[in-house]
């Protein structure tokens, strides 16, 4: 756009900084995978637009199960199956061109040949065919041309294949279905229980003065309050494309305790006055994994304080790497402790 001057990263960061810092469980997980990867996405705004198909599965059965209305706005669902992540990859370079064209005239994708062309060279693909016809012939399917419609009418919204949909689908039936974890979600209730029930709950807490600069904020997946009972239920909801006896592992390798530590936290502080003496919490990570079998993981009491503990080092660290503004390693490597 004329007149649009790009931000230097010095800028970017004087404006990060200028703002206060609520730190979420996303955040806090790419700054222990790499502080670097931090510094990218939130200090320099270079944002991965894309969403994984794993991120893409749990957003939907999210919308379908626990936010009735929001998946029109968050999702498109094409009447084809989508291309391959090859004509993909082409194709969303494309339609960078036609965006950034700034025409209002109607394109479709055979009217940029040589964009084609040049983009596939750019990546080396299909280079061994003979003719450039033959390149232009892998890209200009039904499928790619249809691809680059449904990209112009999208917005800001996901698009979605009929598999996808389909699969979806079948894991809310599931999770429906199970009578152990429709009720723990509140998807069911009879008249005479004395519960609330919030889905997709935005929480915050405000910076730790004696200990941390930065707040903590979540949206918490569902919460379930049973006064009879006196307990307060924090679920969790997870898809994973391994099965549920994995998801121990899964925990790890996604940093997932953090997010339930961090859920905690928030949970006790919006629900201060609730939570009296009498009242415990429950947390869950309801799981359906790619066989749609579903099982609610509860989180023991012995667990969830060892996973406070780790989340108060790994605050630490990440206080650290925040007003050193530091991003180049991770923490110990930063320090120069990690000897083999």
Same mark, same amino acid.
Not at 81 to 98: A, M, N, Q, Y
């Given at each position: 756009m004329l007149g649009t001057t790009k931000k230097t990263p010095a800028e970017l960061q004087q404006e990060f900084y200028s703002k206060?810092? =609520?730190?979420? =469980? $996303?955040?806090l997980s790419k700054m222990m995978y790499s502080p670097s990867l931090f510094y990218r996405h939130y200090v320099l705004q270079q944002k991965e637009e894309k969403l994984d198909s794993y991120?893409?599965? @749990?957003?939907?059965?999210?919308?379908?199960?626990? *936010? *009735?209305?929001?998946f029109d706005k968050q999702f498109l669902?094409?009447?084809?199956?989508?291309?391959? *992540?090859?004509?993909?990859?082409?194709?969303?370079? %494309?339609? /960078?061109?036609?965006i950034n064209a700034g025409t209002s005239e109607v $394109?479709?994708?055979?009217? &940029?040949?040589?964009?084609?062309?040049? #983009?596939?060279?750019?990546?080396?693909?299909?280079?061994s065919l003979k003719t450039d016809a033959q390149r232009l012939d892998k890209i200009l399917t039904e499928e790619g041309k249809s691809y680059f419609e449904f990209l112009k009418i999208k917005g800001d919204k996901n698009l979605l294949d009929s598999e996808t949909m389909q699969r979806c689908n079948e894991a809310v039936t599931a999770i429906r279905s199970n009578e152990l974890c429709s009720a723990l979600l509140g998807l069911v209730k009879h008249e005479m229980e004395n519960i609330d029930v919030f889905n997709e709950i935005?929480?915050?807490?405000?910076?730790?003065?004696?200990?941390?600069?930065?707040?903590? +904020? @979540?949206?918490? *997946?569902n919460v379930k309050i049973d006064y009879d009972r006196k307990t307060l239920y924090v679920n969790d909801? +997870?898809? #994973? @494309?391994?099965?549920?006896?994995?998801? +121990?592992? #899964? !925990?790890?390798?996604?940093?997932?305790?953090?997010?339930?530590? !961090? &859920? /905690?936290?928030l949970a006790k502080e919006a629900f201060?006055?609730?939570? #009296?003496?009498?009242?415990? %919490? /429950?947390?869950?990570?309801?799981?359906?994994?790619? =066989?749609?079998?579903? =099982?609610?993981?509860?989180?023991?009491? /012995?667990?969830?304080?060892?996973?406070?503990?780790?989340?108060?080092m790994k605050l630490i660290e990440f206080q650290w790497h925040y007003r050193e503004k530091r991003y180049e390693l991770p923490y110990q490597f930063a320090l120069s402790n990690v000897i083999l």
């Open positions: 206060p810092l =609520y730190l979420s =469980y $996303s955040a991120l893409i599965d @749990g957003k939907v059965v999210h919308c379908l199960l626990l *936010d *009735d209305g929001s669902l094409m009447p084809a199956s989508l291309p391959g *992540d090859s004509i993909r990859k082409v194709v969303d370079k %494309i339609f /960078e061109v036609h $394109s479709a994708l055979q009217q &940029y040949p040589q964009d084609i062309l040049d #983009t596939l060279k750019e990546i080396n693909l299909h280079q935005p929480m915050a807490s405000e910076p730790f003065e004696d200990s941390f600069s930065f707040g903590l +904020k @979540g949206v918490l *997946d909801l +997870k898809t #994973t @494309g391994k099965t549920i006896v994995d998801f +121990k592992e #899964t !925990i790890e390798y996604f940093n997932y305790w953090a997010q339930m530590a !961090i &859920y /905690e936290r201060k006055e609730l939570l #009296t003496e009498e009242w415990v %919490i /429950e947390f869950h990570f309801v799981v359906v994994d790619k =066989y749609n079998q579903v =099982y609610p993981f509860k989180v023991s009491r /012995e667990t969830m304080d060892l996973w406070q503990q780790q989340l108060e």
